[in-house]
T-cell receptor
Framework: SQKIEQNSEALNIQEGKTATLTCNYTNYSPAYLQWYRQDPGRGPVFLLL?????KEKRKERLKVTFDTTLKQSLFHITASQPADSATYLCALYTGGFKTIFGAGTRLFVKA | NAGVTQTPKFQVLKTGQSMTLQCAQDMNHEYMSWYRQDPGMGLRLIHYSVGAGITDQGEVPNGYNVSRSTTEDFPLRLLSAAPSQTSVYFC??????????????FGSGTRLTVV
């Protein structure tokens, strides 16, 4: 079955550093991959979408890479701030009008 | 522009009771879906709809029913609540069913406890 793996351990970094989160998937070749941010008690918020034919996508301080050979996406936040502290979810469009989500990685940015 | 509105925000049910979780969007989105989120697990798809009058099952549909009589509304019905249905439920919408180039807009969730 299709599976998405995100690091279940929280990531702790210092303000100003670059945070890098990993999303690995198996048994599928998704047409596109998405990243969401989720704050406690809130719904996920869409951040970025990257297609299978795109290697990299940027939006302000965010950068996403997509390696279909490794079946991996990396999500980077540069110049991180305490306000970036949240859980970040990876999601794959699997076709058939369905999207599957990873369990997310919690990011803590310390001032 | 309200986006996706879910009601209620919190609900406690007794085992065997039924209820309907409401979801409405005002963005004229074609696609709507329901997910449940449990600790340590990713969001799991319950049911989805690609347009008014069209619904289909997701990964974990048992115990739930949906209907889509209008573009705006997509209610989720729990037929006979069980403790295993204790979870946080999210409704999400997207402009197009194929999601090409679009992410989901999520509601704020309904926290359901079944005792």
């Amino acid at each position: 079955s299709q599976k998405i793996e995100q690091n279940s351990e929280a990531l702790n970094i210092q303000e100003g550093k670059t945070a890098t989160l990993t999303c690995n998937y198996t048994n599928y070749s998704p047409a596109y991959l998405q990243w969401y941010r989720q704050d406690p008690g809130r719904g996920p918020v869409f951040l970025l979408l990257i297609r299978e034919n795109e290697k990299e996508k940027r939006k302000e301080r965010l950068k996403v890479t997509f390696d279909t050979t490794l079946k991996q996406s990396l999500f980077h936040i540069t110049a991180s701030q305490p306000a970036d502290s949240a859980t970040y979810l990876c999601a794959l469009y699997t076709g058939g009008f369905k999207t599957i989500f990873g369990a997310g990685t919690r990011l803590f940015v310390k001032a | 522009n309200a986006g996706v509105t879910q009601t209620p925000k919190f609900q406690v049910l007794k085992t065997g009771q039924s209820m309907t979780l409401q979801c409405a969007q005002d963005m004229n989105h074609e696609y709507m879906s329901w997910y449940r989120q449990d600790p340590g697990m990713g969001l799991r798809l319950i049911h989805y709809s690609v347009g008014a009058g069209i619904t289909d099952q997701g990964e974990v549909p048992n115990g739930y029913n949906v209907s889509r009589s209008t573009t705006e509304d997509f209610p989720l019905r729990l037929l006979s609540a069980a403790p295993s249905q204790t979870s946080v439920y999210f409704c999400a919408s997207s402009p197009r069913a194929t999601q090409s180039g679009y992410g989901y807009t999520f509601g704020s969730g309904t926290r359901l406890t079944v005792v």
